[in-house]
């Protein structure tokens, strides 16, 4: 079936595409210590200096790749929180993820600090751990009896225990040391830190688990952002799917956050951002946003390493900068 | 009869909105259920198509309990159309009615030769086939409505229920849907189930009529024996004046007065 919808998911995936990999390219060669573009084929092919070796192999290929990553999983996890709670305001930030991984992180971060390099990958699983218990609470808490979940009480909910978990972040980091504060304060503005290979180890395993997960399951997507009743004439399990799927929402973005720090918006934007463009059909607009969102917090980090010349403005402070409008014109429009 | 309804009982917090109510639905036969506002023929249908659930009782479709048959498989044997339905936030008609497909798919949601040929002849069938690249949320009330009939066709069940098909609908295009309903059941042999407020229209139209006060069943029978001055007037408390349409021979509803006092 050729249509209008097709078409323009061919033409918006292609350019996209592009724009990924315009995106990568500069991030890899911009910022301090520059590698010009015409220098990336020969250093990758092994022609390259020491330094350029360097550059590229141990600073930004390792940096670039977890951005598009955590990028990637924020934009996957946003657009089954859209549509599972059918809320376009949904966000793994909104709803409480990211204060729960944060959460996680801390405290794994407060016992283990000593050895992180030691425990790194455990640091995926304790953020995950911590935004799952913290999404089992807020599924609890908007659970109601005979009629099961109710979405948009979710995301009430949610708002209010991100809001009560940044109150404990406070209070751990309160108790903590100097150097430990400093690290929590930079994992809550978004600061990719986790930038070296041995993250994106710990990191790829929850990927190659959950994004084919995610495809295999665009057709019950589709089936929930409808209305209830539609949903189940339909023969959708709504219980099942929507715990399995949010699920899915919280291992993506919980293990992402650990890496990236706490970054909002991308999961609200890119998938939004996509649907206007191609539609509401899972199919086209999911692999659009997780473009998106990739493409969004590589560029985001690129622009924050080039802005000053002495420092690195964190990566989730940009894309709130870009976010942060976005969420308030969509707040506006939704009246 | 495949679809029995036995002693169902639904309720909200305390209250009890339909009370142990039992019927049959004829197979192959347009069934229509009637009542005041309020008086639990919507949540009657939701109930029996477990959209909501029911306190004590059972729905039986084909000698099992609907509760005990995966949701999905069901899916297959049964649509429903709801109230008003919602918008489609920018689908195409052909991909809401592709919907329609989902208890058969797996996965991804490839569409099967046997999908698009279902597709296509419920495009067909409902006349909506010459806009089926336009978005949902572009057409006018009556082609909406047919899109979402389209969309339950799609699904390929024996039986479809619908919550009040001609709400919001001008007096043609109501028409137009009762009519595609009707060729459906001769032609196709579909089984309907559906809640109406006119009822001229019910009366036209079904071959059994469920009239419903205060969640109890009050009678069930052809429209002859259920459009009867005594019927309406326990059930919307009016007084009718019943005659024959002149066309259709079907008795009607002439007109009426509200019973004043008791």
């Known amino acids: 079936m050729a249509n209008t919808h097709t078409k323009k998911f061919r033409i918006w995936f292609i350019l996209f595409c592009l724009l990924f990999v315009v995106a990568i390219v500069c991030g890899i060669s911009m910022g301090a210590s520059s590698l010009s573009i015409t220098r990336i084929v020969p250093t990758i092919l092994g022609q390259g200096s020491f330094k350029e070796e360097f550059?590229?192999?141990?600073?930004?290929?390792?940096?670039?790749?977890?951005?598009?990553?955590?990028?990637?999983?924020?934009?996957?996890?946003?657009?089954?929180?859209?549509?599972?709670?059918?809320?376009?305001?949904?966000?793994?930030?909104?709803?409480?993820?990211?204060?729960?991984?944060?959460?996680?992180?801390?405290?794994?971060?407060?016992?283990?600090?000593?050895n992180l390099q030691q425990y790194v990958f455990m640091l995926p699983a304790a953020a995950f751990l911590g935004a799952l218990l913290t999404v089992s609470c807020i599924y609890l808490f908007s659970f109601e009896k005979g009629q099961g979940v109710q979405p948009f009480k979710?995301?009430?909910?949610?708002?209010?225990?991100?809001?009560?978990?940044?109150?404990?972040?406070?209070?751990?980091?309160?108790?903590?040391?100097?150097?430990?504060?400093?690290f929590i304060s930079k994992w809550l503005v978004g600061n990719i830190w986790g930038t070296d290979w041995p993250y994106l180890w710990a990191l790829l395993p929850w990927f190659i688990l959950c994004l084919p997960l995610l495809f295999y399951k665009v057709n019950v997507l589709n089936i929930l952002a409808m209305k209830e009743s539609t949903a189940i004439g339909l023969?959708?399990?709504?219980?099942?799917?929507?715990?399995?799927?949010?699920?899915?929402?919280?291992?993506?973005?919980?293990?992402?956050?650990?890496?990236?720090?706490?970054?909002?918006?991308?999961?609200?934007?890119?998938?939004?951002?996509?649907?206007?463009?191609?539609?509401?059909?899972?199919?086209y607009f999911l692999p659009i946003a997780l473009l998106i969102g990739a493409t969004l917090l590589v560029i985001a980090d690129t622009i924050g390493r080039i802005l000053l010349t002495s420092a690195t403005i964190p990566a989730g402070l940009i894309v709130a900068f870009i976010g942060a409008p976005y969420f308030i014109f969509l707040l506006i429009r939704n009246k | 009869m495949?679809?029995?309804?036995?002693?169902?009982?639904?309720?909200?917090?305390?209250?009890?909105?339909?009370?142990?109510?039992?019927?049959?639905?004829?197979d192959g036969k347009i069934t229509t259920i009637i009542g005041a506002n309020g008086c639990g023929k919507s949540t009657l249908l939701k109930a029996?198509?477990?959209?909501?659930?029911?306190?004590?009782?059972?729905?039986?479709?084909?000698g099992k309990n609907i509760r005990k048959m995966k949701t999905k498989e069901l899916a297959t044997q049964l649509a429903i159309l709801p109230q008003s339905p919602e918008s489609a936030q920018g689908l195409l008609v052909e991909e809401l009615v592709s919907y329609g497909r989902f208890p058969y798919q797996k996965g991804f949601g490839n569409l099967s030769a046997k999908d698009k040929e279902m597709i296509d002849w419920a495009l067909e069938v409902t006349g909506t086939k010459d806009f089926?690249?336009?978005?949902?949320?572009?057409?006018?009330?009556?082609?909406?409505?047919?899109?979402?009939?389209?969309?339950?066709?799609?699904?390929?069940?024996?039986?479809?229920?619908?919550?009040?098909?001609?709400?919001?609908?001008?007096?043609?295009?109501?028409?137009?849907?009762l009519e595609l309903l009707h060729m459906l059941n001769v032609q196709e042999g579909r089984t309907i189930v559906m809640v109406l407020h006119d009822l001229n229209q019910?009366?036209?139209?079904?071959?059994?009529?469920?009239?419903?006060?205060?969640?109890?069943?009050?009678?069930?029978g052809e429209p002859e024996e259920v459009i009867t001055t005594e019927v309406l007037k326990e059930v919307f408390n009016i007084d009718a004046v019943i005659g024959k349409d002149p066309r259709t021979n079907k008795p009607m509803c002439l007109t009426y007065d509200l019973i004043k006092g008791e």
């Open chain 1, 55 to 114: 550059v590229l192999f141990s600073v930004r290929l390792p940096r670039v790749i977890i951005l598009a990553l955590g990028g990637l999983a924020l934009a996957a996890a946003g657009t089954i929180f859209q549509s599972v709670t059918r809320n376009d305001l949904a966000d793994p930030g909104v709803i409480g993820v990211n204060a729960g991984a944060g959460v996680g992180v801390t405290v794994f971060y407060l016992f283990a600090n000593t």
């Open chain 1, 154 to 182: 979710l995301v009430l909910v949610g708002v209010g225990f991100a809001t009560a978990l940044s109150g404990l972040m406070v209070l751990l980091m309160s108790t903590a040391e100097r150097a430990d504060v400093q």
């Open chain 1, 235 to 283: 023969g959708v399990n709504l219980n099942k799917e929507r715990i399995l799927l949010l699920f899915l929402a919280v291992a993506l973005a919980g293990s992402a956050v650990a890496v990236t720090g706490a970054i909002s918006f991308i999961g609200l934007m890119a998938p939004h951002i996509a649907k206007k463009l191609i539609g509401p059909r899972h199919q």
């Open chain 2, 2 to 26: 495949r679809l029995q309804v036995e002693d169902i009982r639904v309720g909200y917090d305390e209250q009890t909105i339909v009370h142990d109510i039992s019927m049959a639905i004829p």
């Open chain 2, 48 to 62: 029996i198509t477990r959209i909501i659930n029911h306190e004590s009782g059972q729905v039986v479709l084909d």
């Open chain 2, 132 to 177: 089926r690249h336009k978005a949902v949320d572009a057409l006018s009330g009556g082609q909406r409505q047919r899109v979402w009939i389209a969309m339950a066709l799609a699904q390929e069940t024996d039986i479809i229920f619908l919550d009040e098909p001609t709400t919001y609908l001008d007096m043609a295009h109501q028409l137009e849907v």
């Open chain 2, 202 to 220: 019910a009366a036209r139209f079904s071959d059994y009529i469920l009239a419903l006060s205060h969640g109890h069943l009050i009678r069930a």
